[in-house]
């Protein structure tokens, strides 16, 4: 059975049993020895998405928005096998993010972690209310988690999904912050960013594009709102504005693909980095929507 944490514990998870210890120590062993840190996408757009993230040789899904097969592909091409996988995080209850998990969280009876509300729409989601509901695991915005080698904090982020969250993972070495599908960048996530040496950051359309395209006028207005996604102008005036030395990676993610080109959300960044001094292009990536990527040592 799962159990879900208090705000004033850190929950410690062991795949697939929970256990709360508000025990400082049993933290500080978690992070005593180095462990490499990594990273890949599976896949970044508004067709599906899929991030592990990994630390020594263990890891965690953070969404399941592709099938379960092209999941377990993808990853063993770069040579993780499902066995390091501890659980899946989910960001919120869209189709894009969690089609894959039925096949995927039954067959290999993995734990998937998201807030109370986003499992509840899970749970009624026609293409995911078929997993076995033992395996899901409530958590909280500014609950911290332990799994896997990796500290994990939740923040909310807005959205129109249920319970939207993103994460901020980290070892003794470095840290990742993914902060996608949400409609502007509040204090709180803009703290976490910052707080990050990579980051993996919504790039989701060109305004132009989106303006002169063929989408209804509701659909870019939800797009636009605040609570639909980020632009590449957004996403270019967080790194203007806020871009220091201790950011050593970039990953622009989920593109549209009907209202975004790589090569406008790769310029957009790289611009708002080159008016503010900083000449440094090998640091921004632009994630592919359907093809995985490499492993990234970070």
Do not use: W
Not at 103 to 131: D, M, Q, W
Not at 133 to 154: D, H, M, S, T, V
Not at 183 to 209: C, H, Q, T
């Amino acid at each position: 059975m799962l159990f879900e944490g208090t705000m004033n514990f850190t929950l410690i998870l062991s795949a697939p049993f929970s256990l709360l210890l508000p025990s400082k120590s049993l933290l500080l062993d978690l992070f005593s020895s180095l462990y490499p840190f990594v990273f890949c996408s599976l896949a970044s757009g508004s067709s599906g998405n899929s991030y592990f993230v990994g630390s020594g040789d263990e890891g965690v899904l953070i969404d399941a928005g592709i099938s379960a097969r092209r999941i377990v592909k993808s990853l063993a091409e770069n040579g993780i096998s499902m066995a390091q996988v501890k659980a899946v995080l989910i960001t919120h209850d869209h189709s894009d993010h969690i089609k894959g998990l039925p096949v995927l969280a039954n067959k290999f009876r993995l734990p998937v972690l998201a807030t109370a509300e986003c499992l509840g729409g899970i749970a009624s989601h026609y293409l995911t209310k078929e997993i076995d509901q033992e395996l899901f695991q409530a958590i909280r915005p500014k609950q911290k988690i332990i799994l896997a080698g990796l500290e994990i904090n939740p923040f909310k982020v807005s959205h129109d999904g249920s319970g939207n969250v993103g994460y901020h993972l980290r070892n003794n070495q470095t840290s990742l912050t993914l902060a996608t599908d949400l409609g502007f960048l509040d204090e709180e996530v803009i703290f976490y960013l910052k707080k990050a040496s990579a980051i993996i950051l919504e790039s989701n359309y060109d305004e132009e594009m989106l303006e002169k395209g063929s989408y209804p006028y509701h659909l870019k207005q939800r797009i636009r709102s605040s609570t639909g996604h980020l632009s590449n102008a957004d996403a270019a005036n967080f790194l203007k504005k806020h871009f220091h030395q201790g950011i050593k990676n970039v990953f622009l993610c989920h593109l549209s693909q009907h209202n975004n080109l790589p090569e406008l959300a790769h310029s957009s960044a790289l611009k708002a980095l080159n008016g503010n001094g900083h000449k440094l292009p090998e640091l921004i990536h632009v994630l592919p929507r359907s093809n995985a990527t490499t492993l990234f040592h970070l």
